[in-house]
């Protein structure tokens, strides 16, 4: 009824979105906040040393071994120019050049 | 870049600095995946035109949400009347790895001043945050690298939505240039330096084969907070034995 022009509307989508910002703030303030009122132990601070490399290596599997031929090589592509080139930009490169020239072709 | 802001306080006990230097090489660092966020930029732009976002509303959102996946969720559920409580709910539940993001990050940033550490993790997103990672499991100890990398990404996200939202459809598809994969091959390659020997194998072959089963079977990113938190749990447990 009030259409996406009307001042009802827009107030609404405004506070979507303020509530949006809220708890997203939190969750990007809440990990430090929460650690720093933890009681630290060997086994603890042993998590925390894993927890960099879990989380990234989470982010990446199910793109990077989506079982896709074009992501697959792309991935290994992107390893070894990396192993080779010590540097984040070339690797990259290589992956997005990988992918895209092999689904264009596939 | 002087000597003067280097030595610029937030020195802690152990060497954790918080300067100028760190936050240019932070900044530097990130321009190739700030090249990949400005297409996503784009194209939320463009769909937050298609769902009826006026510009200064899609503007808002990318400046003070400023977390991508949320953002396009959000855009999926944009029908009037507005579903207020799902789309703050899918926003919260979207953005829920960032607790263990900041979590990571506490052996340097409990070191920091509140206004530095909260100001900067305003910043943190998954790439930058990959980032700084590395960086500080180097060995570097300068904690303004995730303000200056996380700075980057976001006038790169404002700046496309912006685009992207006037503009309308400047690049429909990112992955029909392969850019969906620039943030996988990113990410690839911080593991390569982050990688210690054989100890990792299992808690990362966890987090791998969890990730793909709740890829597969749940929605958002539950596959990182459920991936991430078995793998760093094995490691837990494994070295106290």
Redesign the interface.
Known sequence: MWGRCGMQTDVTALLTIAGMALVTYLTRAGGLFLMKRVTFSPRFEAWLNCLPGAVIISMVAPSALSGKIPETVAALATILVTIRFKSIFPAMLAGVGTVWILRTVM | MSLNSDRESGQADDGVIFSAGGFWVGFR?SI??AL?VFAYGLVFGLLARQA???LG?SV??SG????GA??FA?LGLWQ???P?AA??VT??VV?????????????W??RLSPAR??GS??F?N?ESW??T?ASL?RGEKNSSFLLGSGLIVFISWLSATVLGRTLGGVLQDP?????????????????????KGKK?IL??G???A???VA??WLPGKW??I????????????R??D
Do not use: K
């Not at chain 2, 003070?64 to 977390?67: C, E, Q, R, W």
């Not at chain 2, 953005?95 to 990050?105: D, E, I, K, P, V």
């Not at chain 2, 992955?175 to 990688?195: I, K, M, Y």
């Open positions: 660092q190739p995946i990949s009826g976002l006026s509303e808002i959102m003070l949400v400023f977390a949320s953002q959000a009037a009347p507005l207020v789309i703050i926003t919260l953005n829920l790895r960032h607790l263990l993001m900041g979590a990571a990050l506490y052996p940033f409990s550490a909260y993790l305003f943190m998954d990959a980032l990672m499991s992955s029909l240039w392969g850019l969906d994969f620039a943030f996988t091959a990113v990410f690839l390659a911080l593991l390569v330096g982050l990688w990792d808690p990362w966890v987090a791998v969890v990730s793909l890829s597969h596959y990182i459920l991936g991430g938190l078995a793998g760093s749990c094995v490691g837990a447990v070295h106290a």
